[in-house]
């Protein structure tokens, strides 16, 4: 039995030659980039073009260095510094093999509740010309109804008692520009990662209403010299699991504590306005636009709500994975309806985008039987999720006066989902910031079906279009008295 080699810097000559790993010299890597949420999507995405940049240009002033906000951020942290910054990223191809290389991008690593001081002076320091961020749809803290920020979060009010030890990425980036704008430091870019429509705009809608609250001497500074693209990011990555650590240590000898999976398949598309220069990105891929929502809206429309039909349906099978549910004929014909019938009338002029060829390769990767994502992962959060995946979709049909049937029978088995069982009768948790309200408004349903849709943090007006709520009740009543499968196949029977 081969021995496995443990990944950190003096092993690198060690790993074996079927593993890819850094040829350039990492001691020259100089940090310009901060980035707070170093997961499994940050390591896929934007360390990964970070490192193609650095191995096939030889650029080496756009290294990471990578910020832990949370204490649950400290075992990534451990990981990160006892494997020197590296780990491995193993893409799992549609034939079911693997390549493996070894990610160098981030060269430095701060664990901010040990501390605090440190990761402010890092993010104020003249070098650093982006902070990106990956923190999800909640750590922007808006308000789910109001869309304004939330001053009454806990973290937030501790913040605001607390500048110089702050908790959150508000406190920290307040900070830190503050100390840029009095020691004359030039401004930076703030740019946003996360999977949410316009993000950069979100990004900088919670930062100044935080900062106008708590140090409102900075916002004309803030206006002349940050700047926050957005962007539209898309790479499947999902949970590492053990047994995909084992494999790599099986086929590969190499040994990595936490690496990161994901598909072959990567976009980024980022609206060209870095305040204070970039890395060169479009050399390996990225593309640089002056606008990015209808490359925004064709990725969210398609690629994330397809990810929501799959899950939901799935879900209410027993489905496990997205990949079983896109290989069930029902569901993928279902699936390629709703793209071609009702998705893709609302997104308008996409340029030279060969819109069926992005279609069709959405089906292959979701029917990626090699990747394994958990539907349980799709459909988490799900609140935060359908206003921006599926309502969009909706209430532009709607105000063409063209078909909903299948977008508002997937809203119809979100309400069944929220009674958190299964079709074989078993269980999940429904995994939401407001699933105390979503799972009442679903068993309420059983009684009054229009119950569910008086969620107005989510819904808002559309329980006062007739069309959407006659097309609800009707695909609840369905979901209510037949199997999935077989509401599924009577909406395919009956529109194809």
């Known amino acids: 039995m081969k021995t496995s080699i443990s990944l950190n810097q003096e092993n690198l000559s060690l790993i074996p030659s079927d593993v890819i790993t850094p040829s350039y010299d990492r001691d020259k890597v100089t940090t310009s980039i901060v980035h707070i949420g170093v997961g499994n999507f940050h390591r896929s995405h934007e360390a990964f073009y970070t490192n193609e940049l650095m191995e096939r240009y030889g650029i080496l002033d756009c290294g990471i260095c990578g910020v832990g906000l949370l204490d649950y951020d400290r075992r990534i942290y451990n990981i990160l510094k006892d494997q020197d910054g590296l780990y491995t990223l193993i893409t799992k191809e549609l034939d079911g093999s693997l390549t493996a290389r070894v990610i160098g991008s981030i060269v430095e690593y701060i664990f901010a509740p040990e501390n605090p001081i440190a990761v402010i002076e890092k993010m104020a320091n003249p070098a650093i010309k982006i902070i990106s961020l990956t923190i999800t749809e909640g750590g922007y803290n808006l308000n789910e109804a109001t869309g304004e920020f939330d001053f009454s979060n806990p973290v937030i009010v501790e913040d605001m008692k607390n500048p110089m030890s702050p908790k959150t990425v508000f406190g920290y980036l307040s900070q830190a520009l503050k100390l840029r704008m009095q020691r004359g430091i030039p401004g930076c870019t703030i740019q946003s990662c996360d999977n949410i429509q316009g993000n950069g705009d979100v990004a900088k809608k919670a930062l100044t209403e935080y900062i106008e609250k708590t140090e409102p001497e900075l916002l004309p500074w803030i206006e002349e010299n940050v700047s926050f693209p957005n962007s539209m990011v898309d790479r499947i990555t999902p949970v590492t699991v053990a047994a995909d650590i084992e494999r790599l240590k099986t086929e590969f000898q190499v040994e990595d504590q936490w690496p990161v999976v994901c598909e072959p398949f990567k976009q980024w598309v980022i609206e060209d306005q870095f305040i ?221």
């Open 276 to 496: 204070t220069g970039r890395p060169e990105w479009e050399k390996v891929g990225a593309q640089f636009v002056e606008n990015v929502i209808p490359f925004e809206n064709m990725k969210l429309r398609l690629l994330n709500a397809g990810h929501t039909v799959l899950g939901m349906l799935g879900a209410l099978h027993g489905y496990k994975t997205i990949d079983e549910a896109a290989h069930d004929k029902d569901f993928q014909f279902f699936l390629k309806a709703f793209m071609n019938e009702e998705v893709t009338p609302t997104l308008g002029n996409l340029g030279n985008i060969d819109l069926n060829k992005y279609k069709k390769s959405l089906i292959d990767r979701f029917q990626n039987i090699y990747i394994k994502d958990l539907i349980s992962r799709i459909c988490l959060e799900s609140s935060a999720k359908i206003p921006i995946f599926l309502l969009p979709t909706i209430k532009a049909q709607l105000q063409g006066k063209a078909n909903i049937t299948r977008a508002t029978f997937i809203i119809a088995a979100w309400c069944k989902y929220n009674d958190g069982v299964d079709e074989n009768g078993k269980s999940y948790a429904i995994e939401d910031a407001l699933s105390n309200e979503l799972i009442r408004a679903a068993a309420l349903s059983h009684e009054n079906p229009i119950r569910f849709l008086q969620i107005r943090s989510i819904f808002g007006d559309l329980i006062d279009n007739k069309t959407f709520v006659d097309a609800f009740l009707s695909s609840l009543k369905m979901i209510r008295e037949k199997k999935i499968k077989e509401c599924v196949a009577e909406i395919n029977s009956r529109l194809s």
